[in-house]
């Protein structure tokens, strides 16, 4: 079913889902997120978090009903799958994220894989 954490806690999985707002940065600043990015990544990966980050490519296409509705909601940028205790835990753990002081947004949510274990 899970995993555990150090301590024998339960882990779960969650993903964080990035989206950069209306603020552009200059490739300085980009730089510098970048950095304090890789700096933050260090704990969760020290602490046995799991962590995959995606960065997603500028290329896209929607499909489906709302595919024409262009949302306010920013650009999707990446995905760190993660794993923590608790939806709480797992906020925890993004609530540093250097990227909040860069006009990104975080959305924390948890997944499931949905295929059989067995076939896993």
Do not use: C
Not at 8 to 19: A, E, L, N, P
């Amino acid at each position: 079913m899970g995993t555990k954490l150090p301590g024998g806690k339960m882990k779960k999985s969650f993903v964080f889902i990035f989206r950069q707002g209306p603020t552009r940065l200059s490739d300085e600043e980009q730089k510098q997120r970048t950095e304090e990015v890789r700096g933050w990544a260090i704990e969760p990966i020290k602490h046995g978090r799991n962590l995959e980050p995606r960065i997603l490519g500028d290329e896209s296409y929607r499909l489906g009903e709302d595919a024409r509705n262009k949302s306010d909601d920013g650009t999707l940028v990446a995905l760190n799958f993660i794993e923590a205790i608790d939806i709480s835990d797992a906020v925890d753990i993004a609530n540093p994220h250097p990227g909040l002081r860069y006009g990104v947004r975080i959305e924390v949510r948890s997944w499931m894989d949905p295929r059989p274990a067995q076939s896993r």
